[in-house]
């Protein structure tokens, strides 16, 4: 009787966890076979005539009906310029209040906590309304705009900089060395960990962001992948292009999903220190 | 700290003779040249955090207090908020939000804490166990909403296939009343869990392991280590998993957007959409003001609470 109730103990849980993962995995499973299964057959015939009839034909379909190339060359601009941007703001920043001493600190502190509480995703009428005065609408300066000063960047870059022992930099800075050659030379190099952490959060929120690019962006020069997978959904919808519409998804998530295949454990720890995305 | 750099300070330090001064006296100029540095290295930060932050919570409160007439703005006090809490659908919106808002905290933290207890058993190959979990939160909700149509199809989808099967009837899923809300939090939940899960596995491997040892020692149950073990232990974990997913659900659009855009009938129209359809659609830019200030008072209050938590812990821990 012993023996059972342990057993019960240590497989219970193990068959829990394969629920849980079942119904994780099942979902990602059958938007691949309706990607490679023509419709017809996933609905109708045995797995065995899957097998036989893959075909890559919904990618084609995909492909053709949405310029899937051009949104990915879009997203790309966006996101990876954003980063190249936020990286010199967060470091600029995140140094000035670990280590600077001026008039003010507590406010400009305090300025950068209201981004903390306030989500960008809040904000959309107003900085919609900004943007249509400055002419911004349907560029990338507009898609990137409200992201370009980053609370949760500097903050992470100030924490990591103020752990950087004093007497490096004054030992730059005794040899004559700007402020900038002092970030640049000293605390970079010793900040990759966190200058990374941030790129992953950065690059996988604004790689799926949606409302903000729907919002601004009309052409097919600008608009990202998310959106254009939205358009195609609501086409899909209607003519029921199931093949085409999951081969689309398919499209959009892989780089996603490979560079958390890769990265597994930093994406884990840099999610979690991110707290409010 | 110390004196506030001059405008004599900045000369100094540029002017070329001088730069024998800075050299000579390096920690005393290291200070007082670094605040007008300091200024210049937070002006790119503060451009942005100006117009994209600051000014537009000044801008959209200011807005909740006015309307178009002609060509006009004018001043109507409380009228933005008095339609929008007369608008026919706001108690719908309002009770969806509601939903989403308890539910999403119930889910996030026993679900959450579940799925952390689960992975945390230190079974061989978790990193393939933990994958879909972790894969779940970095796909974009877009993506995630487009999966889940095709499952809650009615001709095709993989719920009605399985209905059918069992000889069950078939359910219109997203386009009835009573299922599409609960049909539309399954797919947020499916994307969010591991996300909340994470929080509670951090907090699981950094529970002290003595406790633990000598608590299963002492022979309780399972049920009694969670209850008066693990749980009191991890309650910072679930007050901050509470926070987020409030301020999580507040935000969720994506998926309504491709799922079922607030229909049928307002039966999945809420908080963020809301302020959508009021500002994108119909163009009634006061109540989606008004609307937005609401849900601005709501984050803040929930953010100064967290930080006064926060601060409390600090302090007395």
Same mark, same amino acid.
């Given at each position: 009787m012993k023996g059972n109730a342990r057993n019960w103990r240590e497989v219970l849980p193990v068959v829990a966890l394969a629920a849980f993962g079942l119904i994780w995995i099942v979902p990602m499973i059958w938007t691949l076979l309706a990607a490679f299964v023509p419709t017809t057959e996933l609905l109708n015939d045995s797995p065995l005539v899957w097998l036989q009839s893959l075909h890559l034909g919904a990618f084609e379909d995909a492909w053709q009906v949405a310029p899937f190339l051009r949104y990915y060359l879009n997203t790309f601009i966006f996101v990876f310029g954003l980063l190249a941007i936020q990286l010199v703001t967060i470091s600029l920043a995140g140094f000035a209040l670990a280590r600077m001493d001026f008039r003010g600190k507590d406010q400009i502190f305090f300025l950068f906590l209201t981004q903390l509480m306030v989500p960008a995703s809040i904000l959309i009428l107003p900085n919609y309304q900004t943007l249509a005065k400055l002419r911004w609408l349907d560029t990338y300066q507009g898609l990137m705009a409200p992201y370009i000063a980053s609370a949760f960047g500097t903050f992470l870059m100030r924490q990591a900089f103020k752990q950087v022992p004093k007497e490096l930099e004054e030992a730059a800075r005794s040899d004559g060395a700007s402020w900038l050659q002092v970030l640049w030379h000293v605390f970079l190099p010793v900040t990759r960990a966190p200058l990374l952490a941030f790129s992953i959060v950065s690059v996988t929120y604004h790689w799926n962001e949606f409302l903000w690019p729907l919002l601004i962006t009309s052409s097919v020069e600008i608009r990202p992948l998310t959106v254009g997978l939205a358009l195609l959904t609501a086409s899909s919808e209607i003519g029921a292009q199931w093949d085409q519409l999951a081969a689309g998804t398919i499209i959009v998530v892989t780089p996603i999903v490979v560079l958390i295949a890769v990265v597994q454990k930093q994406f884990t720890s840099s999610f979690m220190g991110s707290g409010i995305k | 700290m110390k004196s506030a750099p001059t405008q004599f300070d900045v000369k100094q330090s540029q002017g070329e003779g001088r730069v024998q001064v800075t050299r000579s006296f390096t920690l005393q100029s290291a200070v007082q040249n670094s605040g007008a540095v300091a200024y210049v290295f937070l002006l790119p930060s503060l451009v942005f955090l100006a117009v994209f932050t600051l000014w537009p919570i000044v801008s959209v409160i200011w807005s909740s207090f006015r309307t178009r007439q002609g060509r006009e703005q004018v001043f109507v006090a409380l009228q933005n908020y008095e339609r929008l809490f007369t608008d026919p659908i706001i108690q719908q919106v309002l009770k969806n939000t509601l939903f989403y808002v308890t539910a999403g905290v119930g889910f996030a933290v026993i679900g959450g804490l579940l799925l952390a207890l689960l992975l945390n058993q230190?079974?061989?190959n978790i990193g393939f166990f933990r994958f879909p979990f972790l894969a779940t939160i970095a796909l974009p909700m877009v993506s995630v909403a487009s999966i889940w149509l095709f499952l809650y199809?009615?001709?095709?989808g993989l719920f009605n296939e399985i209905l059918a099967g069992l000889g069950l009837p078939l359910s219109n899923w997203l386009n009835g009343r009573e299922l599409a809300l609960p049909a539309l939090f399954v797919v947020y939940l499916w994307k969010q869990l591991g996300y909340f899960a994470l929080f509670y596995l951090a907090a699981l491997q950094a529970l002290p392991v003595d406790v633990l040892e000598a608590a299963k020692l002492d022979g309780i149950t399972l049920w009694q280590q969670l209850r008066f073990i693990i749980w009191p232990l991890v309650s910072p974990t679930t007050y901050f998993v509470s926070t987020i997913s409030v301020l999580g659900a507040l935000q969720q659009i994506d998926h309504v957007f491709v799922l &079922? &855009?607030?229909?049928?009938?307002?039966?999945?129209?809420?908080s963020l959409f809301y302020v959508y359809e009021q500002g994108?659609?119909?163009?009634?830019i006061g109540t989606a003001s008004a609307m937005t200030v609401i849900l601005l008072a709501v984050l803040m209050t929930m953010a100064i609470l967290q930080f006064v938590y926060l601060e409390r812990r600090v302090h007395y821990d």
């Open positions: - | 230190g079974l061989r199809s009615p001709r095709v &079922t &855009t607030g229909g049928p009938n307002n039966a999945t129209n809420m994108f659609k119909y163009f009634n």
